[in-house]
């Protein structure tokens, strides 16, 4: 009989994503979004953008209450001495706009033979195109993504392989699947935390092993849904805290 410890520590397979002629539509629900504070012991805050003064960044995590939910249930199926470390939720427009041209700068360095397009197309890869327009709009921007990574029980990131945010093909999810022999560690890791935040109802992009998606576009175009329930939201920001949320 397969037991949960058997099921969170299964290989990450290759997802077939559905491939939809259009873009589901959204169908926002209201839900709030709330911000999480340090009363579940096993989860862990730190707002990346924040520490790296990115300008209007959030000194706070915000997501959609089901999101939050759905990771206090996701903990109930990781083995009690992990943690989860809490990077990113919800993404002010103008944090994502920044992030864009810096990974573009990051690229174009990176390498130098690129075109413009190709910049464009690799920045792609790691950071969402800053759009408000409901069929490309960067995911973070809805309440319903989160960036996170395993911890121990006082915090402590562990090994997943490559730095959050890292441009690099390591930090594609399964990429110690295919080259085990690496990092077994960073490889069982990153089952865990896949495995764990699945189960519940996330999607994972498969570019990048820390974002997992509920309820938004991107989670709807993975699992073939007509419908998204979280659309974008405009946040009113003073002093790198939301003084007020608007659903667009």
Same mark, same amino acid.
């Given at each position: 009989?397969?037991?949960?410890?058997?099921?969170?520590?299964?290989?990450?397979?290759?997802?077939?994503?559905?491939?939809?002629?259009?873009?589901? @539509?959204?169908?926002?629900?209201? #839900?709030?979004?709330?911000?999480?504070?340090?009363?579940h %012991?096993?989860?862990?805050? #730190?707002?990346?953008? *924040?520490?790296q003064?990115?300008?209007?960044?959030?000194?706070?995590?915000?997501?959609?209450?089901?999101?939050?939910?759905?990771?206090?249930q996701?903990?109930?199926?990781?083995?009690?001495?992990?943690?989860?470390?809490?990077?990113?939720?919800?993404?002010?427009?103008?944090?994502?706009?920044?992030?864009?041209?810096?990974?573009?700068?990051?690229?174009?360095?990176?390498?130098?033979?690129?075109?413009?397009? #190709?910049?464009?197309?690799?920045?792609r890869?790691?950071?969402?195109?800053?759009?408000?327009?409901? @069929?490309?709009f960067?995911?973070?921007?809805? &309440?319903?993504?989160?960036?996170?990574t395993?911890?121990d029980?006082?915090?402590?990131?562990?090994?997943? &392989?490559?730095?959050?945010?890292?441009?690099?093909?390591?930090?594609?999810?399964?990429?110690?699947?295919?080259?085990? #022999?690496?990092?077994?560690?960073?490889?069982?890791?990153?089952?865990?935390?896949?495995?764990?935040?699945?189960?519940?109802?996330?999607?994972? *992009?498969?570019?990048?092993?820390?974002?997992?998606?509920?309820?938004?576009?991107?989670?709807?175009?993975?699992?073939?849904?007509q419908?998204? %329930?979280?659309? @974008?939201?405009? @946040?009113?920001?003073?002093?790198?805290?939301?003084?007020?949320?608007?659903?667009?």
């Amino acid at each position: 009989m397969c037991t949960i410890h058997d099921t969170i520590l299964q290989p990450i397979e290759v997802v077939k994503t559905s491939i939809r002629e259009s873009t589901p @539509a959204i169908c926002e629900n209201g #839900e709030p979004i709330i911000q999480v504070r340090a009363e579940h %012991s096993r989860i862990f805050i #730190e707002p990346i953008y *924040y520490h790296q003064k990115i300008p209007n960044s959030l000194q706070v995590i915000y997501l959609r209450q089901g999101v939050y939910e759905r990771l206090t249930q996701a903990l109930l199926l990781l083995p009690k001495n992990f943690s989860l470390i809490l990077y990113d939720g919800y993404r002010p427009f103008q944090v994502q706009q920044f992030l864009f041209a810096n990974f573009s700068k990051q690229i174009a360095q990176l390498f130098p033979h690129f075109t413009e397009q #190709e910049v464009v197309r690799e920045t792609r890869k790691y950071v969402a195109y800053p759009s408000m327009d409901h @069929a490309h709009f960067a995911p973070h921007l809805t &309440g319903g993504a989160i960036d996170l990574t395993l911890g121990d029980l006082k915090g402590n990131a562990l090994n997943l &392989g490559s730095a959050f945010d890292e441009i690099s093909e390591k930090s594609a999810t399964r990429y110690f699947e295919q080259h085990p #022999e690496e990092n077994w560690e960073a490889c069982v890791h990153r089952r865990l935390l896949y495995n764990c935040m699945t189960m519940v109802g996330f999607t994972n *992009y498969s570019e990048e092993w820390w974002h997992f998606d509920f309820n938004n576009v991107s989670s709807a175009r993975r699992v073939g849904a007509q419908e998204a %329930s979280y659309g @974008a939201v405009e @946040a009113i920001i003073q002093d790198n805290k939301v003084k007020e949320f608007r659903f667009l």
